[in-house]
């Protein structure tokens, strides 16, 4: 069974920073971890994810600002600096474990930020 659980969001001024943080009870093979956002009124969007290869994917709005790791535990991080405004949304962890599988959610960890 897949669990997701996330956790770190908060309230932050613009310029600062969090780390949200997803425990991710998956199986040991993996296609793809990633985190999505969803402000009010606006679509889920994709943020971050990253490939069993390792390799990493950033929508152009975060990209040199936030950053998305794995550690042995099969916990997955985004870290967020230089948050801005408009980043204000729930931010969920989601894992694809076959490469055209569906996606598994967590319940989601809300970011917002003041200017």
């Known amino acids: 069974q897949v669990r997701l659980v996330e956790s770190g969001g908060g309230s932050v001024q613009a310029g600062g920073s969090l780390r949200l943080s997803c425990v991710a009870s998956i199986y040991p093979r993996w296609s793809r971890l990633g985190w999505f956002r969803q402000a009010p009124g606006n679509e889920r969007e994709g943020v971050a994810t990253l490939f069993s290869d390792g390799s990493t994917w950033y929508a152009d709005s975060v990209k040199g600002r936030f950053t998305i790791s794995k550690d042995n535990e099969n916990i997955l991080y985004l870290q967020m600096n230089n948050l801005k405004p408009e980043d204000t949304a729930m931010y969920y962890c989601?894992?694809?474990?076959?490469?055209?599988?569906?996606?598994?959610w967590g319940q989601g960890t809300q970011v917002t930020v003041s200017s």
């Open positions: 989601a894992a694809r474990i076959t490469r055209y599988g569906d996606y598994y």
